[in-house]
């Protein structure tokens, strides 16, 4: 497995520690340690806000707003999602990559502080992707937004989030999306696809790993009979109806095949879907290296895909 990765990605990938989910909470607080604020861009706005959760929420919701300081014309929405296996992430993890949205897709982006498992397992995750969403598009006006021109978008377990809330929002009809961009997405709850059973060794995210993210986010019924396609949205058998999709995923990483499968499924129920397979990358590869080659053409490929679809003025219908 070794000798396939791109060499532009090996040296960082030894020095990476591996993930720790037996002991979550030690683990949030030594990422949190080591993180280092990203640079806010000038000519960028970012903002703290508290919004109302859904019913389940004592407490609100927050959510980070990214917005160009002057903005002469109404943009397109962007909910983003961060990444984390359901158990980890902060929406501050993500602070270039949606300034990059801001200034190259110009849209307004929303990151949204969604809570996490084991404490707070499914559905409350994706009720709070839901409600930050509906916020973005009751507040469209207050925000600059145009409401008609909204997408959502993740990685990992933000792209599985991102899946399953293009599902919900179909089912609840509102609000109307016009894209969607699940990155390398966690959507199988079985764990038992050929790249996910392949990939054991220290790649960032493995089938150990995977297991155990889907134990805390899915309660333990991971794998049973009864998982829900808005809990894990390769269980879904209609996927019609969807917006413009954009994935891409790297051929070293557990969800391949998964990915693959989905698109598959899109392409099938009629929906437009890009996508990009990167030989030699594992997972969340453009994000570990962001400096080499294949990080920069996958991290350009997509935020032009966002910039593309989004400023089309067209939306699906619901």
């Not at 806010?40 to 407490?59: F, L, R, T, Y």
């Not at 990939?199 to 089938?207: A, K, L, S, V």
């Not at 453009?286 to 939306?315: F, G, H, M, W």
Request: aromatic share 8%; proline share 8%.
């Amino acid at each position: 497995m070794e000798h396939r990765i791109n060499p532009e990605l090996k040296e960082t990938l030894a020095l990476f520690p591996p993930l720790d989910l037996d002991n979550v909470q030690a683990t949030r607080e030594g990422m949190a340690a080591v993180a280092v604020p990203a640079p806010i861009d000038e000519h960028i706005a970012v903002e703290n806000k508290m919004i109302q959760g859904p019913a389940d929420h004592h407490d609100s919701l927050r959510v980070r707003i990214y917005k160009p300081k002057e903005q002469n014309e109404i943009y397109p929405g962007l909910l983003w999602i961060h990444g984390g296996g359901y158990v980890l992430g902060a929406p501050e993890g993500d602070d270039l990559l949606c300034q990059r949205f801001v200034n190259e897709a110009k849209c307004v982006v929303v990151s949204v502080d969604y809570r996490l498992a084991p404490e707070h397992p499914y559905p409350a995750p994706l009720e709070d992707c839901y409600s930050a969403l509906k916020w973005v598009a009751d507040h469209a006006d207050e925000l600059g937004i145009d409401p008609n021109r909204l997408g959502i978008a993740g990685a990992s377990a933000g792209g599985g989030l991102t899946a399953a809330l293009a599902l919900l929002t179909r089912d609840r009809n509102y609000p109307k999306l016009s894209f969607q961009m699940p990155l390398y997405p966690m959507i199988d709850d079985r764990n038992n696809t050929p790249s996910s059973l392949e990939i054991t060794g220290h790649m960032i995210w493995n089938h150990d790993l995977n297991q155990k993210g889907w134990e805390m986010y899915l309660n333990g019924e991971n794998g049973s009979a009864n998982v829900s396609q808005y809990a894990a949205p390769a269980r879904a058998q209609d996927l019609s109806g969807l917006p413009f999709t954009y994935t891409c995923v790297g051929q070293l990483d557990p969800f391949r095949d998964e990915t693959l499968q989905y698109v598959t499924k899109l392409c099938q129920a009629g929906v437009d879907v890009e996508f990009h397979l990167y030989p030699g990358c594992y997972h969340g590869f453009e994000s570990i290296v962001p400096t080499a080659d294949i990080s920069q053409r996958a991290v350009t490929e997509y935020v032009e895909a966002a910039k593309y679809v989004l400023n089309r003025n067209i939306s699906v219908p619901l």
